[in-house]
């Protein structure tokens, strides 16, 4: 009798929990799938167990399955799980906004634009008319626009302000001058408003001067950005965004986002830099750091601009461009004022980013860094962009541990004017990421979206193979800097947690992580360069919740 009750018993503890026999609970179960998990070890496992939000363990397929019982089991069918992609410098509350303004991204002249924004128009007959996107760089007549060029014509009544695709120039029509009292003569630091050869404003400001318009534009109602926000979430999860760190907002930008987030109605994560203006200094600096113990959103930033863009100019360099000899781009603000204000920023504990593309910008900023921050750190102080470097500035990343943030499509974006812009000598000491990566050892990637795309395996494509979807130009763009696979995947994952002070629970699947997935249709380190465009992302998870699936996929219920 006491062999079968032994045996009896032994039985029930098998079935039960021996052995690990499904005696642990878990939310769901991610198997059947190729997990690179981004660990140290760079290991690979085939099934993920999640709880409560976050990683339980990672391991074979057999072993998760047979420990964990699960009120959702999910058959990747032999699909590809890496950490949740992350985007290390973007404008998620710009690409909100903007979903209420004519899209000219890609537009190939001016009167294309004007076709655009009178079909916007129309749909929006009271108020300004705004729109994003234009580039003149991609017109066949490549200079600025005029707004004698039908704009005022078409346009005689209601304000027009469309603004340019890197954000740094407006072209706008003569009521949209009058509204914001814009005359020729006007002088605004660090901005430009450009002047027909008849004295007159040809409509196209550049940066401060173009600030100065903007802000004349009224902001949505609250319902409507609502919807904007939910719609631009919703956009970012089909491509398998799960963290956006968001470069410059506004207190109430932050309100927003909080507020949507607490309904359950904005899933994304975010890491939030603080808009440079007084109103949002003032706001933020004397409370510290916000740090949300839930994951979803902290402040901790403060993003600074030093100079414009180069497609418009407004990039600082240390030698005048070579397609515009008398000029050499703008610093757009004081160094003086600068430096305290990065004072007052380190001492309320909040970390610095610095927008820098030209040379001179960067050079400028380096140097105040390097004074305050005396040498090797971890304070991870940034310089967002840097797309031009001079070699002899080069190693001061390394030596006062300033992380490079780049955008390896801003590279596949300029490739095709920035020798112009440049000349041949210059150009190479532009977009050089894998000489950036070699000081650190890291650095983090992201998009910089509106001004490129929001997908982020378009990122990894630029990164490694450095040519556009085209395949142009043959062997890539100045390929001896281009990153290796894992440098890319790490970039917008791991190397993009670590830039914003997330790296112990964002950027990898491991136990104890938080549950953020992006599920891919193939292993974006393996498959050849002609199919990296054609990845498609089937899933993405935030927190062990499914926000995004491919239609046409299935889940197989836990038994």
Not at 22 to 49: I, Y
Not at 107 to 113: C, G, I, L, P
Not at 193 to 217: F, K, N, P, Y
Not at 276 to 295: K, M, N, Q, Y
Request: net charge negative.
């Amino acid at each position: 009798m006491m062999r079968m009750f032994l045996a009896v018993a032994f039985m029930a503890c098998v079935i039960l929990s021996g052995c690990g026999f499904r005696g642990s609970h878990a939310d769901v179960v991610l198997h059947n799938g190729v997990v690179l998990t981004l660990d140290a070890a760079s290991s690979k496992a085939q099934a993920v167990a999640v709880r409560n939000g976050r990683v339980l363990e990672v391991g074979p397929e057999r072993a998760i399955l047979n420990k964990y019982h699960a009120d959702l089991q999910v058959d990747l069918m032999g699909a590809v799980v890496v950490p949740g992609l992350m985007d290390a410098h973007a404008h998620f509350v710009g690409f909100a906004d903007g979903l209420g303004a004519a899209d000219l991204v890609g537009t190939a002249s001016v009167d294309e634009v004007l076709d655009n924004v009178l079909a916007h128009a129309a749909m929006f007959p009271d108020g300004w008319v705004v729109g994003r996107g234009w580039d003149q760089n991609d017109w066949e007549v490549t200079d600025f626009p005029d707004r004698a060029n039908r704009l005022d014509a078409l346009f005689p009544d209601r304000p027009v302000l469309l603004e340019r695709v890197d954000g740094h120039a407006v072209w706008c029509n003569a009521v949209a001058l009058e509204r914001a009292g814009l005359k020729p003569g006007i002088h605004i630091e660090g901005g430009e408003a450009l002047v027909a050869e008849d004295g007159r404003l040809t409509g196209v400001l550049i940066d401060a001067a173009a600030d100065s318009l903007q802000s004349w534009v009224p902001e949505p109602d609250s319902l409507v950005r609502a919807g904007y926000f939910k719609e631009a979430a919703r956009r970012l999860a089909a491509v398998g965004l799960t963290h956006i760190t968001d470069a410059g907002l506004e207190p109430q930008d932050v309100e927003d986002i909080a507020a949507l987030q607490a309904s359950g109605e904005l899933p994304l994560r975010f890491s939030v830099m603080v808009a440079d203006r007084p109103e949002a200094l003032d706001h933020f600096l004397p409370a510290g750091p916000v740090i949300d113990t839930a994951g979803m959103l902290d402040v901790r930033a403060v993003k600074f601009y030093m100079d414009g863009s180069l497609g418009s100019r407004g990039a600082s360099l240390l030698e005048p461009y070579s397609d515009r000899a008398e000029t050499s781009g703008l610093f757009l603000q004081d160094e003086a004022d600068y430096i305290e204000k990065v004072k007052r920023t380190q001492a309320a504990g909040f970390q610095v980013a610095t927008h820098c593309i030209g040379d001179a910008a960067v050079r400028r900023v380096l140097g105040v860094y390097g004074s305050l921050l005396g040498g090797v750190n971890d304070l991870r102080w940034r310089i967002e962009h840097a797309q031009v470097v001079h070699k002899d500035d080069l190693s001061a990343f390394g030596a006062y541990t300033i992380i490079p943030s780049i955008q390896p499509t801003h590279a596949t974006s300029d490739m095709y004017w920035a020798g112009q812009r440049l000349g041949r000598n210059r150009v190479r000491r532009a977009y050089i990421y894998k000489s950036l990566q070699s000081q650190l050892g890291w650095l983090p990637l992201g998009t910089d979206f509106p001004v490129e795309g929001i997908a982020p395996l378009r990122t990894f494509y630029a990164a490694v193979v450095r040519k556009d979807v085209e395949g142009y130009p043959e062997g890539g763009f100045q390929p001896d800097e281009a990153l290796d696979r894992m440098s890319a995947l790490k970039g917008m994952t791991s190397w993009a947690a670590l830039a914003c002070f997330r790296e112990h629970d964002l950027g990898q699947i491991s136990a104890g992580y938080r549950a953020d997935f992006t599920v891919l249709d193939r292993n974006p380190l393996t498959v050849p360069a002609s199919g990296l465009l054609e990845t498609r992302v089937l899933q993405t998870w935030i927190g062990g919740a499914r926000v995004f699936e491919r239609q046409g996929r299935t889940t197989v219920p836990s038994p």
